[in-house]
Structure formats: C-alpha cells, structure tokens
T-cell receptor, first 111, second 111 residues
Framework: GENVEQHPSTLSVQEGDSAVIKCTYSDSASNYFPWYKQELGKGPQLIIDIRSNVGEKKDQRIAVTLNKTAKHFSLHITETQPEDSAVYFCAAGSSASKIIFGSGTRLSIRP | DTEVTQTPKHLVMGMTNKKSLKCEQHMGHRAMYWYKQKAKKPPELMFVYSYEKLSINESVPSRFSPECPNSSLLNLHLHALQPEDSALYLC??????????FGSGTRLTVV
C-alpha cells in the first residue's frame, strides 16, 4: 500500500519569508496529491492539489511541485502571513480508491 | 451549500452506551468518508461509501457501524467503545474520489 513521509514535522519562519514542506510517496500508481491545512478545532481544508500529469501548480501565494520520477512533491508558501500558521498535511493516492496522509507539519509564522 | 455538516460537535459516552454520529452534505458528492484523528496525528481512513454503497472498510472493529441512508447522509453508529476510541471523528465527501471537503468533526470522549 501507499506510504507517505512528510518533513519537517515543525517549521517556524519569519513573517514575509517563504515556507517549504516536502513529501515522498511510495506507490508509483498514485496519481493525485492534495495538500490540506488544519487549524485548531477544525477539519482539514483542501488548499491545493496536483495530478500526476502536471509538474507544477500555483494559486496566489501557494504552489505545489511534483517530481514523479523521484516520487517527491512539495508545498511552497511565499510571503507568509500570521494566518498561515496551522498544521499542513500532504496526501497521496488515487481518485479511484483512497488517499493516504503524511504525518503533518506544524507551521508557525513569527511576527 | 459547500459544507459538510457534522453533529454533534462534542460527545461524551460511557463504554456501555450506544450513540450515533451524523454527517450531511448537499453538494451532490457521490463519495463519503469517515476518518478518525488522534491528537497530533494525521486523519486515518475508516470507511468509504461510493454511490451509497460501502466500498472500503479499513478493518475497523465492529463496534463502529457505518450507514449511508441516502446520498446526502452518512451515519456512524457507536456501541461498546473503549477509552482508546476517544478521538476526533471526521466526515468528508468528494464528487469523484478527489477534492475532499471535510466537516469540522465530532470530538468523542469515551469514559
């Protein structure tokens, strides 16, 4: 089955700087890679996703890159703001079956 | 309506009680999911319903019993739970296996 590893587990960046979170997956059949943001007391919220036929996707300050050969994908947040503080989960899988979550990254933005 | 609504938000139950968690969505999504999330851990898949039929059961103990009465509703019936079952129970839906929308969850405490 799929196994997703996520690093780092905690990340602290200065407001305005960039943050990068990295994930690796094991199953070459995985073709769908979403990223979720979870704030305290709330359910995960989908912030961006990418499919295996695309190498990069951007939405305002958020971008995701995918390297299928290396089985790596990354989340990039630029110009970080205090409201970006949360736990971020990557996930991998197939839309035909299920997705598996990474272990999460707690992102803190320092003022 | 772009939300998944879960009730109740909090539940305390004894080990001999029977209770039910409810999830509702009106986005026309055909896939619905139950996840369990322990503190500081990623969500773990429990059940997947596709077109109102159970398609995935991740070897969940029988004290958890899912039910999908119609395309908008998903229930999780609980009976004879253990203290270690205390967790945040998340419901999610998706149109076709990706782009999950999560509810805010039910925080369950078993005493």
């Amino acid at each position: 089955g799929e196994n997703v590893e996520q690093h780092p587990s905690t990340l602290s960046v200065q407001e305005g700087d960039s943050a990068v979170i990295k994930c690796t997956y094991s199953d070459s059949a995985s073709n769908y890679f979403p990223w979720y943001k979870q704030e305290l007391g709330k359910g995960p919220q989908l912030i961006i996703d990418i499919r295996s036929n695309v190498g990069e996707k951007k939405d305002q300050r958020i971008a995701v890159t995918l390297n299928k050969t290396a089985k790596h994908f990354s989340l990039h947040i630029t110009e970080t703001q205090p409201e970006d503080s949360a736990v971020y989960f990557c996930a991998a899988g197939s839309s035909a079956s299920k997705i598996i979550f990474g272990s999460g990254t707690r992102l803190s933005i320092r003022p | 309506d772009t939300e998944v609504t879960q009730t109740p938000k909090h539940l305390v139950m004894g080990m001999t009680n029977k209770k039910s968690l409810k999830c509702e969505q009106h986005m026309g999504h055909r896939a619905m999911y139950w996840y369990k999330q322990k503190a500081k851990k990623p969500p773990e898949l429990m059940f997947v319903y596709s077109y109102e039929k159970l398609s995935i059961n991740e070897s969940v103990p029988s004290r958890f019993s899912p039910e999908c009465p119609n395309s908008s509703l998903l229930n999780l019936h609980l009976h004879a739970l253990q203290p270690e079952d205390s967790a945040l129970y998340l419901c999610a839906s998706s149109p076709s296996g990706d782009g999950y929308t999560f509810g805010s969850g039910t925080r369950l405490t078993v005493v």
